[in-house]
């Protein structure tokens, strides 16, 4: 009878918390199938790596033809080869997110979205995840293609699988904070491209998109691995690639503490903007 009252009585109220998340899992599903509706798009973006990947293919395949022993550093031609897929499908499949926030600042758009039911934070977060999660599925799926073509399968370790999806959501997540904080700075400033175009050079640079930092010359090849940008690119493919332990563990730390600083940034950004929307009125 007990059960049978239970059972004929009102739905229970999830709770508050399972009731925010559940609105911020509809927000990436949204994104989600929005960008697979312009997937043609985004493949036609992603058309980009084939020719990334080729040229770097042809360029190191040269190198190693005139280095003795078949290696650089620790890295074989297989190794690199696929370590460059995989750092170019994290880098070619960036979402513009700075741009969003910046045309949401500028048409006044934002003072409409900050009267919704949840954090304008963790709905652009939401949003940006659905959105990069087709971008970093096709371009996978484009440069790995490449590699096994031209390289044969990939030296995967089963540790080096097991963290890869962590070290991955990590280094999206970095780049989430730093593409939403310059995308705020619209408030203050006519053009936030500019620092869009800085950071993308950065990364692009000292993030390992070229060739593995643990190649560059000392003491370049030092600094640029303690700086933050290694946690985006290098880091995580070095550990898919070639899983070692002690670097795992420095990663995650070296992840954690620049998110965390990336955090109080962005917070800090946004509650001063929000201040301005107040003041201002929209």
């Given at each position: ?38 997937i043609s ?80 934070v963790f ?135 620049t998110l ?23």
């Amino acid at each position: 009878m007990a059960q049978a009252f239970r059972m004929a009585g009102p739905a229970r109220k999830k709770p508050r918390r399972l009731r925010q998340i559940g609105k911020y899992w509809a927000i990436f599903r949204m994104s989600l199938a929005s960008s697979i509706a312009y997937i043609s798009e985004i493949a036609f973006r992603a058309v980009v790596v084939v020719a990334l990947m080729v040229i770097f293919v042809q360029l190191w395949e040269t190198t190693y033809s005139a280095q003795p022993g078949g290696r650089l550093g620790a890295f074989t031609l297989r190794d690199i080869i696929w370590y460059l897929a995989l750092v170019e499908t994290l880098a070619t499949s960036v979402s513009p997110l700075n741009r969003r926030v910046d045309g949401e600042v500028r048409s006044g758009d934002l003072a409409y979205l900050l009267g919704r039911p949840c954090s304008y934070v963790f709905y652009q977060y939401a949003y940006y995840l659905g959105d990069r999660v087709v971008r970093l599925a096709i371009s996978g799926v484009i440069a790995c293609m490449v590699a096994l073509v031209f390289v044969g399968p990939p030296p995967l370790s089963f540790w080096g699988l097991l963290a890869g999806p962590l070290v991955i959501f990590l280094s999206i997540s970095i780049d989430f904070s730093a593409l939403f904080a310059i995308g705020l700075l619209a408030f203050w400033t006519e053009e936030t491209e500019s620092f869009a175009l800085i950071y993308s050079r950065l990364v692009l640079v000292l993030g390992g998109v070229l060739v593995p930092l643990e190649l560059f010359p000392e003491p370049l090849g030092s600094i640029a691995r303690a700086l933050p940008f290694a946690a985006l690119l290098y880091g995580p493919a070095r550990t898919i690639i070639k899983f070692d332990l002690g670097q795992f563990v420095g990663l995650l730390a070296q992840q954690g503490l620049t998110l965390a600083a990336l955090g109080l940034l962005v917070a800090a950004v946004y509650r001063l903007a929000v201040r301005r929307v107040n003041i201002n009125g929209g």
